[in-house]
């Protein structure tokens, strides 16, 4: 079974462009989350969707950041436009449901913004 | 509010040897899940073990086992016979079960190296 899949791996950009990142979670999860890690600390959630309903975005900052789950599978991250201070590790997870006890993560989207 | 502390930014172990990765939380949901994962340098987080709150035995997946002390809120992560591929990151993490958010939240990690 195939895992959670991200793309890009790595993303080099300038300030104030735009940058996507696209997760495609587990055949059959309901539940996508996104998180943002940053260096030396652990993941802090942006947004979940229960299928293709964001049903906890308070985390996410609203000025700049913004995501979709059409049709409640794939889903995209987006930044515009991109500060210094978004440089980051961008993780995908999924689960079956939101109870789920185990969320399965991608490899992540290293992003740096100069 | 929840809260997880990891008070060990790093500790080296020696190959063969067990450890204990210290993780301490906070909640007042009396409804709660602990997990820990592992994120070896690849990035990605890996599902290690889960304990419930109302789980009266310590949960254990092979070689790990977590020592889940309630009244201290504490929820170490022991792993027995370490390895040289247990180097990685290592992140305790909390969910209020019955929280409508449910959300999970994740302590700072604690960077484990294993000497060979």
């Known amino acids: 079974e195939a895992g959670v899949v991200q793309s890009p791996r790595y993303k080099i950009i300038e300030k104030k462009q735009p940058v996507a990142f696209w997760c495609n979670p587990i055949s059959g999860h309901n539940t996508l989350y996104w998180y943002l890690q940053n260096l030396g600390q652990g993941p802090e959630l942006l947004i979940r969707?229960?299928?293709?309903?964001?049903?906890?975005d308070s985390q996410l900052p609203k000025d700049r950041f913004s995501a979709e789950r059409l049709k409640g599978v794939d889903s995209t991250l987006k930044i515009q436009p991109a500060e210094l201070g978004d440089s980051a590790v961008y993780l995908c997870a999924s689960s079956l449901r939101t109870s789920g006890i185990e969320q399965f993560f991608g490899p992540g989207t290293r992003l740096t913004v100069l | 509010a929840q809260k997880i502390t990891q008070t060990q930014p790093g500790m080296f172990v020696q190959e063969k040897e067990a450890v204990t990765l210290d993780c301490t939380y906070d909640?007042?949901?009396?409804?709660?899940?602990l997990f820990w994962y592992k994120q070896p340098s690849s990035g990605e987080m890996i599902f290690l073990i889960y304990?419930?709150?109302?789980?009266?035995q310590n949960a254990t997946e092979g070689r790990y086992s977590l020592n889940f002390q309630k009244a201290r809120k504490s929820a170490n992560l022991v792993i027995s016979a370490s390895q040289l591929g247990d180097s990685a990151m290592y992140f305790c993490a909390m969910r209020e079960v019955d929280s409508s958010a449910s959300k999970i939240i994740f302590g700072s990690g604690t960077r484990l190296s294993i000497r060979p």
């Open positions: 969707y229960e299928n293709e309903e964001a049903v906890d």
């Open positions: 909640t007042s949901d009396p409804s709660y899940g």
């Open positions: 304990q419930g709150s109302y789980d009266q």
